[in-house]
């Protein structure tokens, strides 16, 4: 079966890719290249002895997404993960947010629509909970208002999907994750930020390797136990295997509703602090942070109950924050040597 992975050089699809070519999957990558670069590819057939079929495109351009899919008619399944993804950014420059992230995402779908069936799995976030009222979080918890453009983004996303679900031949599950980290375990493939990364641990192993000065701890005042922010931190391996049984899920039709939600996380909470002194432990660095004010769009504390994901998909997440931390370090060193 062709299974099409937009943005699939990137984090979270690039592992997606190689866990779908481990389990014999044709796979099919666009990417525009934005965050991303080629040599992800030769990663991707260091580990599974294949190279999946590649084409640059940007979803945004409209013809060539109608192009893309008259020339790929035979595609069984899409894996949607293109996108924009930073909270920060989204803040100050909410149009690229809007345009990148729905714009693509209804090109996509207004082609699948015209097969006679489509399942498509859409890289969601938990941050369409906003700040949920209690932990942890399951999928029935109200949708609160976004805390940023980005979270935005997520929620509109979902709704476009619902609707379109609910007229058209398409199948979806949405899978809302919570903090992708680490890499995988042959340091083939790994987090590969573009300039200063927006995202946490990056930062740190960055920090770690000595290429930043110093981490900045955006906030020491929240109501958690350390007074820094709480996040469920998931091995990115552990989020990839999740899709490829989604997706299954659907192909072999054992959905119970034309549109699924899971959330995808360890169930566990970590602080900002936790998991600097997990980095500290297994790297044996001392890590060099300052506080400073709260960002804006941050929430004070998110982590997933993971039962429904747990039950319905069979799927669980097996790595500590331990051995996530060590991967993404491992990989920090591979890549800077």
Same mark, same amino acid.
Request: hydrophobic content about 35%.
């Given at each position: 079966?062709?299974?099409?992975? @937009? ?58 997404? *109608? ?34 992230? %729905? ?27 906003? *700040? ?5 979080? @399951?999928?029935?918890?109200?949708? *609160? ?9 997520? *929620?509109?996303?979902?709704? %476009? %999907? ?18 992708? %980290? ?22 740190? @192993? ?132």
């Amino acid at each position: 079966m062709k299974i099409l992975v @937009t943005g699939g050089l990137g984090f979270i699809g690039s592992h997606t890719v190689v866990e779908l070519q481990n389990e014999g999957y044709e796979v099919i990558v666009v990417d525009n290249l934005s965050n991303t670069s080629l040599s992800v590819l030769d990663g991707i057939q260091n580990i599974t002895g294949k190279v999946p079929a590649f084409e640059k495109l940007d979803l945004r351009e409209k013809e060539k997404v *109608q192009d893309f899919f008259k020339r790929h008619h035979d595609i069984s399944g899409v894996i949607h993960f293109a996108a924009s993804k930073a909270v920060g950014e989204s803040v100050e420059n909410p149009l690229l947010y809007y345009e990148n992230n %729905i714009n693509a995402l209804v090109y996509v779908l207004q082609e699948l629509q015209q097969k006679p069936e489509a399942n498509f799995i859409f890289s969601s976030s938990c941050t369409v909970y906003g *700040q949920a009222e209690t932990m942890p979080i @399951t999928e029935n918890a109200s949708i *609160q208002t976004a805390m940023s453009p980005y979270g935005n983004t997520k *929620q509109i996303g979902e709704e %476009i %999907i619902t609707d379109t679900a609910k007229v058209t031949n398409i199948n979806a599950i949405l899978l809302r994750y919570f903090n992708p %980290i680490g890499a995988h375990a042959s340091t083939e493939i790994g987090e590969l930020p573009i300039g200063v990364p927006q995202n946490l641990v990056p930062f740190i @192993t960055q920090t770690g390797f000595g290429l930043r000065k110093e981490l900045s701890v955006y906030g020491d005042d929240y109501p958690t136990p350390d007074g820094t922010a709480v996040r469920d931190y998931i091995h990115v391996v552990d989020l990839a295997k999740a899709h490829v049984i989604a997706l299954q899920r659907l192909l072999n039709k054992k959905n119970t509703e034309k549109v699924e939600t899971f959330n995808l996380g360890t169930g566990t909470g970590s602080s900002v602090l936790e998991v600097i002194h997990t980095f500290e432990k297994v790297s044996g660095k001392k890590l060099p942070y300052k506080i400073v004010g709260r960002r804006e769009g941050d929430i004070t504390s998110a982590y997933a109950n993971t039962d429904k994901a747990n039950d319905v998909l069979g799927w669980q997440a097996q790595s500590t924050l331990e051995q996530a931390m060590a991967s993404a370090w491992k990989w920090e060193q591979k890549i800077r040597s």
